[in-house]
């Protein structure tokens, strides 16, 4: 037996996943495209949306880029703790899972380094490559 959701296969709906980040996002779609390789070519489609500096954005931009039948998942990267923490009670309350892909580094570097994070968007740490 097959779904339909207006007039459409749920198979044939393809799964949404928003990318949010209070800088450009590069790094949060770096990972999304990185687990999206993982399944068959445009299994999923990829939304951005970058500068982000409080939940009324995030709720302004989900109300209009959501259709409430499609499968959703948000991926995120937002440096400010109450920030992060905000929309991730927003999309709870939406039913929408999501990833903090910030957070849980910033704790663990934290920890190991003593200090309290900077909670600024968009900087980058000293890091030295090394080729073999």
């Known amino acids: 037996m097959t779904d339909f959701v207006n007039g459409e296969e749920l198979d044939d709906l393809k799964p949404i996943v928003f990318v949010l980040s209070d800088a450009?996002?590069?790094t949060?779609?770096?990972?999304v495209e990185a687990a999206a390789d993982q399944f068959v070519e445009d299994a999923i489609?990829?939304?951005q949306l970058g500068n982000v500096n409080n939940v009324e954005m995030v709720?302004?931009?989900?109300?209009?880029?959501?259709?409430?039948?499609?499968?959703?998942?948000?991926?995120?990267t937002i440096a400010d703790k109450n920030l992060r923490r905000d929309i991730r009670r927003e999309l709870d309350n939406r039913g929408i899972p999501s990833v903090d892909l910030l957070g849980p580094a910033v704790t663990?570097?934290?920890?190991?380094?003593?200090?309290e994070?900077?909670?600024?968007?968009g900087r980058r740490a000293n890091t030295e490559v090394f080729e073999l």
Do not use: I, Q
């Not at 709720?59 to 995120?76: G, I, Q, S, W």
């Open 28 to 31: 949060a779609v770096g990972v």
């Open 45 to 47: 489609v990829v939304k």
């Open 59 to 76: 709720c302004d931009y989900l109300d209009k880029n959501r259709e409430p039948d499609t499968p959703t998942a948000v991926f995120h």
């Open 117 to 121: 994070p900077a909670s600024v968007s």
């Open 108 to 115: 663990v570097l934290s920890s190991l380094t003593g200090e």
């Open 24 to 26: 450009r996002g590069k």
